[in-house]
């Protein structure tokens, strides 16, 4: 299963067949297709990143009734991020003249007779003015079916242009994962050496206080060597940092695990991350040489790399 972005751009465009024309004159053998009611929708989506799913939508005035169709499409085929879908319908050649109906024609002329009965010295409607009114009257072609079929091709794109994403994002996450458990596998060997040269440092501060201090004198020398050995294997656990390395190995594989397995992985991963992360500060805050600490150092940095592209992911 492919491993999503969140981010992603698509646009497609659906065309209405051109609606036959007909005419007054019964000589006419077939109706021909008219330029003025051939039209067009194009459907734009954009999305980033986001905590949940937020739909915005840009809708002309005749589409406003299409909103909760449209978002029950875009909410069956994404769970998270923010995206905006801009609609727009065009029509072709605009400027084309309709072709006058009878029943508009007589309409047009019982309202000029009225008016001019009314208003005598009125002037008659001019061929231009009649062929403006009779194209105002024209019904708006519906093109809800087409805005609907672009909206699907554009939801389809949008699939396709997030999944490339999230491979590109997958083979950067994979590098940065790749990155930590050479950074791991750096530090494994130095904590036995830095709990073994911590230790043998405490035990000679521990001599060195008790002979200031003249407490030797006063205390049998087993008694003080017990509590000394004690003291420092207590020290030597609270510096040792075998078990963060170990969680944070383990942190790794689960993270190289879901973005093999795909699907909806971004949550996990971001808890993941909040995971290497308290790892790595621990490594930081235990480091007892400066070996530790700049592998810990390093490791934030990886870690934070991480998080970044991990935000982006649905």
């Known amino acids: 299963m492919a491993v999503y972005s969140m981010t992603g751009y698509a646009s497609a465009t659906a065309g209405a067949a051109p609606s036959p024309e007909t005419t007054a004159s019964a000589d006419t053998p077939a109706p021909r297709l008219s330029a003025a009611n051939s039209a067009s929708v194009s459907v734009e989506l954009r999305s980033v990143n986001g905590r949940f799913l937020d739909l915005g939508f840009r809708l002309p005035d005749e589409f406003r009734a299409l909103e909760p169709a449209l978002r ?3 909410a069956a085929a994404f769970r998270r991020g923010k995206i905006e879908l801009r609609l727009n319908a065009r029509t072709e050649a605009d400027n084309a003249w309709p072709n006058p109906q009878p029943e508009q024609l007589n309409r047009l002329a019982r309202l000029e007779s009225v008016i001019q ?3 005598p010295k009125a002037q008659h409607l001019s061929v231009h003015e009649v062929m403006q009114w009779c194209k ?3 019904p708006a072609e519906k093109l809800d079916e087409v805005a609907l079929d672009a909206a699907k091709r554009c939801i389809e794109g949008l699939r396709d242009a997030r999944a490339r994403e999230g491979k590109r994002l997958v083979a950067v996450l994979m590098e940065r994962v790749a990155r930590l458990r050479e950074l791991a596998i750096q530090a494994e060997p130095l904590v036995p050496v830095v709990v073994q040269r911590q230790q043998q440092r405490f035990l000679e501060r521990w001599k060195e206080a008790l002979d200031a201090s003249g407490a030797a004198q006063t205390i ?11 003291e420092a294997a207590a020290y030597a656990i609270r510096i040792d940092v075998a078990e963060e390395l170990a969680r944070l190995r383990s942190h790794l594989d689960e993270i190289a695990r879901l973005l093999k397995a795909g699907g909806e992985v971004g949550k996990r991963l971001d808890v993941l991350i909040q995971e290497l992360l308290r790892e790595a500060n621990t490594l930081g805050s235990k480091a ?6 700049n ?3 390093e490791m934030k940095v990886a870690v934070e790399q991480l998080r970044e592209q991990v935000q982006n992911i649905e």
Do not use: C, K, P, Y
Not at 223 to 228: D, H, N, S
Not at 288 to 293: C, G, P, V
């Open 220 to 230: 049998s020398h087993e008694a003080l060597q017990e509590r000394a050995v004690n």
């Open 117 to 119: 009965g009314w208003l």
């Open 136 to 138: 105002g009257g024209a």
């Open 288 to 293: 007892a040489s400066l070996e530790l600490t």
């Open 72 to 74: 029950e499409l875009l």
């Open 295 to 297: 592998i810990a150092v």
